[in-house]
């Protein structure tokens, strides 16, 4: 829940018991997105299938610029994969202008090769977009359900519903760009709120 600059200042006057604190002991910082980013690019990377949704920052919701999946055959060797992805990026990037890019964060594989596929697109993304001058932040899987479902647990399934319920998109995204559409918009959520806890820019 968001903290206006006013109900802060008045929660602190009470635990100074009415007295101004000489020095704030806590300051509300802006989140990730700044009112300067309006469009937005979501990442869900994958060796196979990379997700990518770009939105636009609007009322009464936003817009959706792009969305899919960058999709590599099995047979492919892994730098085959990670060119195609990275050049896909350049495209999206170089055609809708975003000035910030989410990107789903780290998490905790039981199979080790996994993990290190996952690291190889995870880079290749993160490239791409810093190579474009873009602004990175991450976001846990979790967090991105929680906002978007509700519940940090939610199915693939329940993210792309709700994902095309929010948008307004006439079918129902693919699963690996819901993803990635559900990424910007937990950070669209969070727009112009203040937080104690800023987001991770990596």
Same mark, same amino acid.
């Given at each position: ?6 109900? #802060? ?22 989140? /990730? ?7 937005? =690019? ?14 636009? =920052? ?29 050049? !896909? ?17 780290? #998490? #905790? ?48 399934? /329940?993210?792309?519903? !709700? ?24 950070? /669209? ?14």
């Amino acid at each position: 829940m968001g903290v206006t600059p006013q109900q #802060f200042a008045q929660m602190q006057s009470r635990l100074n018991g009415g007295r101004r604190a000489a020095t704030p002991i806590l300051t509300p910082t802006r989140t /990730a997105a700044s009112t300067s980013h309006q469009v937005i =690019l979501g990442v869900d990377p994958s060796l196979r299938g990379t997700g990518y949704g770009v939105i636009r =920052l609007a009322r009464p919701h936003p817009q959706t610029l792009a969305h899919g999946t960058v999709t590599c055959p099995a047979n492919w060797e892994h730098s085959r994969c990670l060119v195609k992805t990275a050049q !896909m990026l350049r495209e999206v990037i170089k055609e809708h202008r975003p000035t910030v890019c989410i990107i789903e964060g780290l #998490f #905790f594989a039981q199979n080790l090769q996994t993990a290190l596929i996952m690291g190889e697109a995870r880079g290749a993304c993160l490239l791409t977009a810093a190579e474009a001058g873009l602004e990175i932040f991450e976001v846990a899987p979790r967090k991105v359900k929680q906002a978007i479902v509700g519940y940090g647990a939610a199915q693939k399934s /329940a993210v792309a519903k !709700m994902v095309q319920r929010l948008l307004r998109l006439p079918e129902q995204p693919a699963p690996d760009a819901a993803d990635a559409l559900a990424l910007a918009l937990t950070h /669209a959520q969070e727009n112009g709120r203040y937080s104690f806890i800023p987001p991770k820019r990596i």
